[in-house]
Nanobody
Framework: VQLVESGGGLVQAGGSLRLSCAASGRTFSSYAMGWFRQAPGKEREFVGGISWSGVSTYYADSVKGRFTISRDNAKNTVYLQMNSLKPDDTAVYYC???????????????WGQGTVVTVSS
């Protein structure tokens, strides 16, 4: 599975962005997907995950209630809708694929190249 993120950019605090992650390969719908982010000088952190069907999602506490993950298996795409953005959300955002929903971070075995999100105050 190859993953390509898009949709990053510069936004003011309180604004919204929607990131997309386009996947290649016929087996996309069999993978759970996750979003991660890495801010400058910090460790990569988990943002949220979605099951292969899209029915189940879960989020890091830092984004719960503000971010929403969805997927369209017909389009081989997963999305991250980000609302009420804060300067602390500034990071490179990555999508990743895992064989099972709820996988540990190290079990995500396919990664995109990342897209930059900058939130100005």
């Amino acid at each position: 599975v190859q993953l390509v993120e898009s949709g990053g950019g510069l936004v003011q605090a309180g604004g919204s962005l929607r990131l997309s992650c386009a996947a290649s390969g016929r087996t996309f719908s069999s993978y759970a997907m996750g979003w991660f982010r890495q801010a400058p000088g910090k460790e990569r952190e988990f943002v949220g995950g979605i099951s292969w069907s899209g029915v189940s999602t879960y989020y890091a506490d830092s984004v719960k209630g503000r971010f929403t993950i969805s997927r369209d298996n017909a389009k081989n795409t997963v999305y991250l809708q980000m609302n009420s953005l804060k300067p602390d959300d500034t990071a490179v955002y990555y999508c990743a694929a895992a064989p099972l929903y709820g996988a540990a971070n190290h079990e995500y075995n396919y990664w995109g190249q990342g897209t930059v999100v900058t939130v100005s105050s």
